[in-house]
Every structure is written in structure tokens, then in C-alpha cells.
């Protein structure tokens, strides 16, 4: 498994996790729309963690390089 998320793209998965776990806890976010969007903050965090995304893959697609600076 290469690496294929960026720096970027990690922090903005890791804060849509946040804003998740937020609504939840707070109970602002309950019943079906909790569960459908919870698994989607658990995939984001683990995506994140690894620095892998599958759903990359069949695509081509790699926002690793995208934080380097162009020159």
C-alpha cells in the first residue's frame, strides 16, 4: 500500500471528524443520519491515519505530491 493522501488532505478529512464527533456528542446529530455519518467519520480517521484512501486507487488519483511547492 503507497501512500497516495496528502498533507492537506488528511487534515481536512481529520476536521470533518471532528465536526462529526462534535454534532454527536453534543446530541445534535441522532438516529439513521449518526450511524451513516459516523461510519463515514470512522473511515476518514482510519484513511487518515494510514495515509491511504481506496477509493484513490481505480482512479489514479494522489494528493501526495500536492503539498509540494511548485518551482
Known sequence: MKQNMGVADKTIRLVVVAVIAALYFTDQLTGIAA?????????????????????????GISTKNADKPLR
Open 35 to 59: 450511524i451513516i455519518l459516523g461510519v463515514i467519520a470512522v473511515a476518514f480517521l482510519l484513511t487518515s491515519l494510514i495515509g491511504w484512501c481506496p477509493t484513490y486507487v481505480p482512479f
